[in-house]
């Protein structure tokens, strides 16, 4: 059977740094830290008070007040940047589209913990008396944001949702892949979004000592690949990209952004939160992602690195990408955006791809921000694109995003 092309038609961005794809982009090129400190809840009494929040998003300038009140936030994020990657495809106005066969592949790693905590709140402040909101449940689950895009747009395809912690919606990329590169859809929406800036989410990170606790230096606390790097930077936002059949988008003349030609998923089966120290996962998923692409490792021009900013975590994904490149890893451009948007959990995949997709159109790496000391126990000769972007021909494009629990995916997109 041979295998059906996958391009990309279609972008949607709420970010830390952008509320849409053109906003995020310019932030990126711009080096905007998205750090700042915490509005969403009173954040005085926690070991971090600071993280990468949207700014200026009402959900009520995109939806009914009182349908915005029965969706969670990660939800709302969800459907307003759906809505921009649907319109940027022209899903929503081409006649030709059967929705029997476009679907959505939704991703979450934490899914609705704010409407959790709220209701958990309620009940134990009360007598014991059960007094739940009756969209409790909807609005909480993870998959529920799947469902709302598809029931808005009449989506009757594959409809579900990824949960593998910060590998969410790269999962959710390489599914739906799956599915068109088989034929069974022309088109799938996917991506992901999170909503987790809560006091369960900061507190829960702060209690694992996942979390940056610079709140002296919040603006420049994301720091990949820097000595003094001491934690993450809790993101929230939304990534969403449309996918298509080559042939499906050629027929109707939709814009192609770049070509999804290979993925991999893998597993450390190491520790349920820190990365194997010589990075197997890492190294299994980059070369099978490479072979499924049918490329060799000098193809690359871009990895956009799961990079969080932790200590153990940004080696181990360094030392995979040296002995799978070899001397090739001298020159790559790598960079994290994790730097300047934080990290999203299940929606960074999702993000980053598309970083790395308007990588490969634009010819041009988005840098690391906030670097100042170097770390002894990183290569200095690598190029991780520090302070500014760099203007170079990017042929194709290669996302990691790893997941506590072991979870490694690997998405790799090529000028069409």
Not at 136 to 163: E, L
Not at 325 to 335: R, W
Request: charged share 20%; with cysteine.
């Amino acid at each position: 059977m041979e295998l059906k092309r996958v391009v990309v038609t279609g972008l949607g961005a709420l970010t830390p740094i952008g509320n849409t794809v053109q906003d995020y982009w310019n932030g990126l090129c711009a080096g905007v830290s998205g750090a700042d400190a915490i509005t969403l809840f009173d954040a005085e009494k926690f070991k971090t008070r600071f993280a990468c929040e949207v700014k200026n998003f009402n959900p009520e300038d995109f939806m009914d007040k009182k349908e915005a009140r029965k969706i969670d936030r990660f939800s709302q994020l969800a459907i307003v940047t759906s809505d921009q990657a649907i319109a940027n495809a022209n899903l929503n106005t081409d006649s030709s589209i059967n929705k029997d066969r476009v679907g959505v592949i939704w991703a979450s790693g934490i899914g609705g913990i704010g409407t959790f905590y709220e209701e958990m709140k309620g009940f134990f402040a009360g007598d014991g008396t059960p007094r739940f909101n009756p969209f409790f449940i909807p609005k909480m689950i993870s998959d529920i944001a799947a469902g709302h895009i598809s029931m808005k747009y009449g989506f009757r395809g594959p409809n579900y949702c990824t949960v593998s912690a910060c590998a969410s919606s790269s999962h959710a990329l390489i599914d739906a892949s799956h599915f068109i590169r088989l034929g069974k859809a022309d088109v799938i929406v996917c991506g992901g979004s999170e909503a987790a800036i809560t006091p369960p989410g900061v507190g829960g990170f702060n209690a694992m000592k996942a979390l940056s606790e610079n709140n002296a230096n919040f603006k420049t606390a994301s720091r990949p690949f820097d000595k003094d790097r001491d934690g993450f930077v809790l993101g929230e936002g939304g990534g969403a990209i449309v996918l298509e059949e080559y042939e499906h988008a050629k027929k109707r003349g939709a814009t192609i952004y770049a070509e999804l030609v290979g993925s991999s998923c893998s597993a450390d089966a190491h520790h349920i939160t820190a990365p194997h120290p010589e990075g197997l996962g890492v190294i299994l998923v980059m070369n099978n992602a490479l072979q499924d692409a049918g490329l060799q490792p000098d193809a690359i021009d871009y990895i956009n690195v799961h990079g969080t900013s932790t200590p153990l975590g940004d080696i181990a994904e360094v030392t995979a990408i040296q002995k799978v490149f070899g001397d090739h890893a001298y020159n790559l451009n790598i960079s994290s955006t994790k730097s300047m948007t934080g990290h999203l959990l299940g929606a960074a995949g999702a993000v980053e791809a598309i970083a790395s997709i308007l990588a490969v159109q634009n010819d041009l790496v988005p840098p690391t921000i906030n670097h100042f000391t170097d770390d002894d126990k990183l290569d200095p000769k690598l190029n991780f694109t520090f302070h500014t972007p760099q203007k170079r021909i990017v042929r194709s494009a290669l996302s990691n995003t790893f997941g506590f629990g072991g979870h490694n995916a690997t998405v790799i997109f090529s000028k069409i």
